[in-house]
């Protein structure tokens, strides 16, 4: 099985730190994807990357910043942590070309920020 | 950016009753996954449809994608708590470049009680 392993469940940071999510993926996807998550608004994309230090902006990057130097590693970057980017975080992954490709997602990193 | 509205937000029902979820865009998508979340992991892929009007069934569970491949629906016959969770629809756009990326339904938070 596919194995997304996100490195925090849970993190409370303060307005104005620099915020590091990071995450694995064991199956040598292609894809690597950053999603947040809030009620009523669904997944909503930040970015993605289809390969080594390759990355493209999704549909709300402001704020964000991601790093890709391994395959299996994506990284997702909060230069300064604000209030309203508290949420639920989910990475995922999926093999090269998506419309039969699924994806695995991690079980994600709830952040607040005070 | 594309919209895909799920309905209901919410449902609380018994076990054994039917219900139906709807997935509404005014894009049209390549193709369509659902997915299930459970409280505290990522969303699980249910199924993929890719051409209008697919109808697959995966046990007591009913997938359909629309003639026109802009709206999608899920029936469940005779519910179970097992079923209980937040269930997601997810178009694939086209021409998306490089790598394609999902649009997320706004999510349908589903809760079957004994």
């Known amino acids: 099985d596919v194995k997304v392993t996100q490195s925090s469940r849970y993190l409370v940071k303060r307005t104005g730190e620099k915020v590091f999510l990071e995450c694995v993926q064991d199956?040598?996807?292609?894809?690597m994807f950053w999603y947040r998550q809030d009620p009523g608004l669904g997944l909503r994309l930040i970015y993605f990357?289809?390969?080594?230090?390759?990355?493209e902006k999704g549909d709300i990057p402001e704020g964000y910043s991601v790093s890709r130097e391994k395959k299996e590693r994506f990284s997702l970057i909060l230069e300064s942590a604000s209030t309203n980017q508290t949420s639920m975080y989910l990475c995922?992954?999926?093999?090269?070309?998506?419309?039969?490709?699924?994806?695995?997602f991690g079980n994600g990193t709830r952040l607040t920020v005070t | 950016t594309q919209l895909l509205e799920q309905s209901p937000q919410f449902l609380s029902i018994q076990e054994g009753e039917n219900l139906t979820v709807y997935c509404n865009s005014s894009?049209?998508?390549?193709?369509l996954q659902w997915y299930r979340q459970e409280p505290g992991e990522g969303p699980v892929l249910l199924v993929t449809?890719?051409?209008?009007?697919e109808v697959k069934k995966l046990k007591r569970l009913t997938f359909q994608f629309g003639d026109a491949r802009k709206d999608s629906s899920l029936h469940i016959t005779a519910a179970q708590p097992g079923d209980t969770g937040l269930y997601l629809c997810?178009?694939?756009?086209?021409?998306?470049?490089?790598?394609?990326?999902?649009?997320f339904g706004t999510g349908t938070r589903l809760q079957v009680t004994l």
């Open positions: 199956m040598d996807h292609e894809n």
């Open positions: 449809v890719v051409t209008g009007g």
């Open positions: 990357s289809y390969d080594v230090k390759m990355k």
């Open positions: 997810a178009g694939a756009r086209i021409n998306t470049g490089t790598a394609s990326k999902l649009t």
């Open positions: 995922a992954s999926s093999l090269l070309g998506l419309r039969d490709s699924p994806l695995h």
């Open positions: 894009s049209v998508f390549s193709s």
